[in-house]
């Protein structure tokens, strides 16, 4: 079965400690507040890559259980200001924003 997610992806920060700390004290709790439909939130910090410095510092992957939630979320005004308020705080460029569907295999 297939989840629909939204991917955000965060370049390289100017200031990583201000950005984490924004991340954590503002925008996950806005996430959580606001995102309706919503089934989970993976929060990944990027440590590093085989090729140096990665292009991005964190990716965040919402969950939806079909691409109808994930659209209605999108197009509501608590997606919409949390989707404003991930690109306002992202100091090293504009977020990379991608919607996705994933298939989950587990062993």
Do not use: W
């Amino acid at each position: 079965m297939s989840d629909a997610k939204l991917v955000v992806m965060y370049p390289q920060p100017s200031d990583v400690d201000a950005f984490e700390k924004r991340y954590a004290d503002e925008h996950v709790p806005m996430a959580v507040e606001k995102l309706a439909g919503k089934s989970k939130i993976v929060a990944t910090r990027v440590l590093g890559a085989p090729s140096g410095t990665p292009a991005f510092h964190r990716y965040v992957e919402v969950y939806f259980p079909s691409m109808d939630a994930l659209n209605a979320c999108a197009a509501s005004q608590g997606g919409q200001e949390t989707l404003a308020h991930g690109a306002d705080m992202s100091t090293g460029g504009p977020p990379v924003v991608l919607i996705a569907e994933s298939d989950t295999y587990s062993f």
